[in-house]
């Protein structure tokens, strides 16, 4: 208990840091999450227009590329190369579990989507690879953010920091502001590891399906 004090005592000098760090977060979250994304799929093959009932296909062969997409997507995330970078400097922190975490959860989040997504092709063809980024990235954040706030709540690094940063100006606890905090917390990191890997992923595992003419000409060969 004494030393769970010490470190609640601690806490309130570097919570303005944070407030300001993540209030940042989330009005650069909107801009560069949307606009960087948009950049680079307007400034690459992913920005050709769709051409009415032609199927995107895998790129052969598809178990290697698959495979690299999920090595370059998350060894090339911000995320994952700032914790690891981190942890190389100094492994030892006031919550390991948290941090050593931090970038499997990255892995693991590329991982699920690029199943999901193949899964989703194989059910219903994405017609447009940007459709089909957007769909890697929604489904990435959404599973990163949810393996962000169970390794911040089962290791303890959610309530010693999110609580202080909800409390009111009286000292009281607003429920509110404590699932805002962390649900502001979980998306800025998960929208950090993922806003690249969706369009890396179309690019680099797919490509345009071909009219009816040239593949009758290519079958035809």
Known sequence: ????????????????????????????????????????????????????????????????????????????????????????????????????????????????AILRINQLHHRKPFTERRVLARHHVAIDAGVISALFLLAGMVSGFLPDVAIPMAKTVDGTLSPLALTGWSALMALTFAMLSCAHAGALHAQLCFEEGMDSARDGQRMGS
């Open 1 to 112: 208990m004494q030393k769970r004090n010490r470190r609640d005592v601690s806490l309130p000098a570097d919570v303005p840091l944070l407030k300001i760090f993540f209030g940042l977060a989330a009005i650069l979250l909107r801009q560069a999450s949307t606009r960087t994304v948009d950049f680079v799929l307007d400034n690459s093959c992913l920005s050709r227009p769709p051409v009415s009932g032609r199927a995107a296909q895998w790129r052969s062969p598809w178990h290697l590329r698959q495979l690299l997409s999920w090595f370059i997507g998350t060894a090339s995330a911000p995320t994952f190369l700032l914790v690891g970078a981190l942890l190389a400097i100094d492994p030892h922190s006031d919550h390991p579990l948290f941090w050593w975490s931090l970038p499997a959860i990255v892995a693991i989040g590329h991982a699920v």
